[in-house]
């Protein structure tokens, strides 16, 4: 996400190589237009922004830090909808209800699981209403991811009116004492005048809390238009971009703040029901502009992972009693923070590789399989303990995981050689080191 947008500003930085050079100025604007436009941002804010963009260089002076603080200050500003929302907010008085509202195929199933799956990591009871009874199989659809990931749902069989669903829903979601109750409603157009007035009928009776709209980050302009027709009928909260990992133009996130003037809470980074992420104007820009973002990766490792377990961790890690037991624990950990390329997006230093790579799946890749295999070939002793695997052992596990010897050695020098430097970087002087090292590795522009 955001890869076009990031590399276009990369390039027109560098077309300003000295100082109070405007020519180079110019250039660097241009560039800069071109790319913008080409990356879906609509031609009036880009003119804004390349207008307040040069107004703060000459301000300033002409120079490349310039150009770069301008870029990130003016970005910040476009994407911060003033005296609006960021994130979740609950309701003074539970439940926080939250009408969840789009086009058909544009991710909004999809988003009320993912964001269902937010909210239970933050030790919030949820409660996911059935209302979308248009669309075939929408409600099964719904009831085999809510049963997949533990979430309750609510749905009135062989029911065909929705207001009565998201009546009786509201009801249960009191009378359960849920914290939120997410209704969610079928895809429709904003030119539907049933549809959209069932909508308004199912806003009276639910009195929403907020009322999100999802946009496919990939509609472009369209989704912007959509978005407006959706706010001037509802009066929209907020808005979900879903598919943004599938957009590396990233232009629509800049236009639906801007010109609809409705904020972005949270995007959808991936197919994983933990691909879901807050919007939140300053950690956006920081990717953008290739620094990542550790606030956002804290947040979701402290949702994920438990502080008594990490301390316990750490200490074998600083014993070098890291064992393959740690190892699997940890990978299902990870699996849990989402997709491992929007992880390595986050880190300063790494985040120019999340475009470079296909995103490893946890499940499903080959170089997984095999090292559970492996695993799974080992006795539980040697588990916890791999300084017990002589030769022989390795053998058998070679015969039992179904590889060669050759790739059980080389996974076991690997698992020793990363045992190794968790162990060094695990002293206070040692993530001194790391951040040190991650700070000289990030590519400035």
């Known amino acids: 996400m955001f890869e076009l947008i990031s590399d276009s500003f990369k390039s027109a930085i560098n077309k300003i190589r000295f100082i109070d050079d405007e020519k180079a100025l110019k250039n660097a604007l241009e560039t800069l237009k071109k790319s913008l436009l080409k990356a879906d941002v609509h ?77 239970k990591l933050r030790n919030k009871k949820v409660l996911v209403a059935a209302c979308d009874l248009q669309r075939l199989a929408a409600v099964e659809q719904l009831r085999q991811l809510c049963e997949a990931n533990e979430i309750e749902l609510f749905y009135i069989e ?118 879901l992420e807050i919007f939140i104007p300053d950690r956006i820009v920081s990717r953008i502009m290739g620094e990542g973002d550790l606030a956002t990766l804290a947040e979701k490792t402290a949702a994920i992972i438990d502080e008594k377990e990490a301390k316990k961790l750490g200490q074998k890690i600083k014993k070098g009693e890291f064992n393959f037991n740690d190892f699997l624990e940890q990978m299902e950990s990870v699996k849990k923070l989402g997709s491992i390329k929007s992880i390595i997006g986050m880190i300063p230093g790494l985040s120019n590789l999340g475009s470079q790579i296909k995103d490893l799946d946890l499940d499903n890749s080959k170089e997984i399989i095999h090292i559970k295999a492996m695993i799974s070939s080992m006795t539980p002793k040697e588990r916890e303990n791999p300084s017990l695997l002589n030769n022989a052992r390795k053998r058998r596990i070679a015969e039992g995981s179904g590889l060669s010897q050759i790739q059980v050695n080389r996974f076991l020098k690997q698992f020793s050689n990363a045992a190794k430097l968790a162990k060094k970087f695990s002293g206070k002087k040692g993530m001194d080191s790391l951040m040190q090292m991650m700070s000289q590795s990030r590519k400035q522009f």
Do not use: C, W
Not at 69 to 85: D, Q, R
Not at 99 to 112: A, E, I
Not at 175 to 201: C, F, N, P, Y
């Open 158 to 275: 062989n029911e065909k009116n929705p207001l009565n669903v998201a009546k009786n829903a509201l009801n249960k979601a009191k009378e359960l004492m849920v914290d939120v109750l997410l209704v969610d409603t079928a895809g429709r157009l904003a030119i539907d005048e049933v549809l959209m007035q069932e909508l308004k009928e199912m806003k009276n009776i639910l009195n929403p809390d907020e009322i999100f709209y999802i946009a496919d980050a990939m509609s472009g302009q369209d989704g912007v238009k959509t978005a407006t027709s959706f706010n001037e009928a509802l009066e929209l909260s907020g808005v979900i971009l879903s598919k943004f990992d599938a957009d590396t133009k990233g232009g629509v996130a800049l236009s639906i703040a801007k010109q609809v003037g409705i904020p972005l809470r949270f995007i959808g980074v991936g197919e994983k029901v933990a691909d």
């Open 43 to 119: 031609h009036k804010v880009t003119k804004e922004l390349l207008y307040l963009i040069e107004e703060d260089v000459k301000k300033n002076g002409i120079g490349q830090k310039q150009f770069l603080n301008a870029i990130k200050t003016n970005l910040e500003n476009i994407l911060n909808v003033p005296n609006k929302t960021q994130g979740f907010v609950f309701s003074s008085k539970p439940p926080t209800v939250v009408l969840m509202t789009g086009l058909q195929g544009g991710g909004k199933t999809t988003s009320t699981i993912k964001l269902a799956h937010y909210l």
